[in-house]
């Protein structure tokens, strides 16, 4: 499997770029899929069966043990609770204290949570932790409620709370084998690397990540009790956008605005499913964040979803002035 | 002209890439031209021809009309200060006091930059400045020492020295004319856009930054004056690698290491010639400066040169284990 796979360059098509005057000065090219919860593709820009890390696309698929177990109920996880253990949040007041209170609720301090500092995203919060001078902190970490919701299931399980970012500890076993029933394929066909919070990161083909995005936007094609764990991972996101990302953030204000379900991640990584049936999975091939927006907009737009009106992110000199745009290609 | 090369997408290739684990996570596109001083296009990768801006490789040339009016030897400018004035400085206390002292050699101070403040690249001075509570100020910008030279001409000319920035100033006519001798254009061929410092961007073709380069380096091809011109800021740049970038940084570590004159900039260019007669240029398609390196010294290798032996760059997540690393595609 994956000697097939190591040095791949799947084909990929331009799919945004920043405009500087009146030229194009860089390009990213990407992939594109959409299919249904059976697995089919619907429709593909560039290979939709190279293999890809999905990164913090992930995190719906990883909070799945933690509410099918159980232990989300046990623990009386909130609505919003399990939407930030699915997040990437932004590190702002309110992320931090739902992030808390789960850890109340298994009965743990920050002290155990092991996704490693970083300052906030949101800048006004980095800022206002900078001057205090206090050292960021894990919980400050956008990964610090996925960590959360994993020690709170290896509280309810009876597990180490010490080594659970182990590839071989029971919860990254219960992990992998949801995802791979999620996104339709054999654990073996999972191939793992490190996530820069120090647990696995999946790579898959990308019509995997699509597939799993039609399967969570609909339960379809899944057991009961994975299909449960779905609605409720789903209904929480959508519900609580702004704990899923944060203040400005693409993921918040997509679903803010329209009908899906959305999960960006690390190195161009974007997912997002609809209820009506289908899932949708973007990788920029260069790993450029820049360009997830303008690329997820142009494809949704091309696919005929009626979108907000929203201008190109502006790309401005030191001194304030608009010199360029992150757009699409053409 | 301008019409052939808007939207265009030149054809590029695979140079540089982020391994995760076994995978290439993310990958990097570029293209690459050697010429020769006559401007003839002695290898390449991808398209020569396709336009580029070339942002910050453009500052050797930007530094030339200091050097060929005079303004440079009237004020008793050293190749340390002329350095500077050809840098992209990381905002080291050398590097500030070499920039005051251009500006105090022409009667001026800092206030009269207009580069746009920006916390300096080199980490540990940019922390010193947070810790300080001063805000940035447009010296701790890697563009002042171009600044600095550029009014430097303007008190000699006795030019405007408040809109010295617009493209119709006499001094941002007389970059453009030198650029146009040096790069082998005629003036109408060279785009502009705006620079993140507020002055004009140049676009040309990529094989034309080569040829500039490779003028440069040897001082062919070029009218006496400007020819001395270059051979002033070259040597310059080759006795002050640091003054030209700093600490750490590819431009430095890569002229202290070999026999090169070597200048990167904003968006993945990066440009270096040989006095041996050759220039050489490289855009990474999508602007990742993470790519420059590494496709750098695999399009030198390739050609032959004997390079320093240093490992790819490491990527590590938030517990400071190394997942992957930025190198080469195979």
């Given at each position: 499997m994956q000697d097939d796979v190591v040095g791949a360059q799947p084909t990929d098509e331009p799919l945004a770029a920043l405009w500087r005057g009146d030229l194009i000065e860089s390009a990213h090219r990407g992939r594109a899929a959409f299919c249904d919860p059976v697995g089919n593709v619907l429709e593909a820009t560039g290979d939709p069966e190279g293999y890809t890390y999905i990164r913090s696309s992930a995190k719906p698929f990883q909070a799945l043990p933690l509410v099918v177990s159980g232990a989300a109920d046990a623990f009386g996880l909130t609505d919003e609770e399990i939407a930030v253990v699915c997040a990437s949040h932004s590190g702002e007041d309110h992320h931090l204290a739902v992030v808390r209170s789960v850890l109340e609720k298994a009965?743990?301090?920050?002290?155990?949570?092991?996704?490693g500092p970083h300052p906030p995203f949101h800048a006004p919060s980095a800022a206002r932790l900078a001057h205090s001078g206090e050292a960021p902190r894990?919980?400050?970490?956008?990964c610090s409620g996925k960590h959360a919701g994993m020690l709170a299931l290896c509280v309810y399980e009876d597990w180490?709370?010490?080594?659970?970012?182990?590839?071989?500890?029971p919860l990254q076993r219960a992990i992998l084998n949801v995802i791979s029933e999620v996104c339709a394929l054999?654990?073996?066909?999972i191939l793992l690397g490190g996530d820069g919070c120090g647990v696995p990161a999946f790579a898959m083909p990308l019509k995997n990540l699509a597939t799993g995005f039609a399967r969570l936007s609909t339960?379809?094609?899944?057991?009961d009790e994975i299909a449960e764990g779905c609605r409720r991972a789903r209904e929480a996101m959508r519900a609580n956008p702004h704990t899923v990302?944060?203040?400005?953030r693409f993921d918040t204000r997509l679903m803010q605005d329209m009908d899906l379900l959305a999960k960006s991640g690390a190195e161009g990584i974007f997912a997002c499913g609809s209820e009506d049936g289908w899932g949708m999975a973007i990788k920029i091939s260069d790993g450029a964040g820049r360009a997830v927006e303008p690329a997820a907009l142009s494809i949704l737009s091309n696919r005929g979803f009626d979108l907000p009106k929203t201008d190109p992110e502006e790309v401005k000199d030191l001194h304030g002035e608009v010199v360029g745009r992150i757009d699409t290609v053409l």
């Open positions: 009965g743990l301090s920050e002290d155990y949570l092991q996704n894990a919980i400050h970490g956008n180490n709370l010490l080594d659970y970012r182990e590839p071989d500890h054999e654990t073996d066909e339960g379809d094609h899944l057991s990302a944060g203040t400005g």
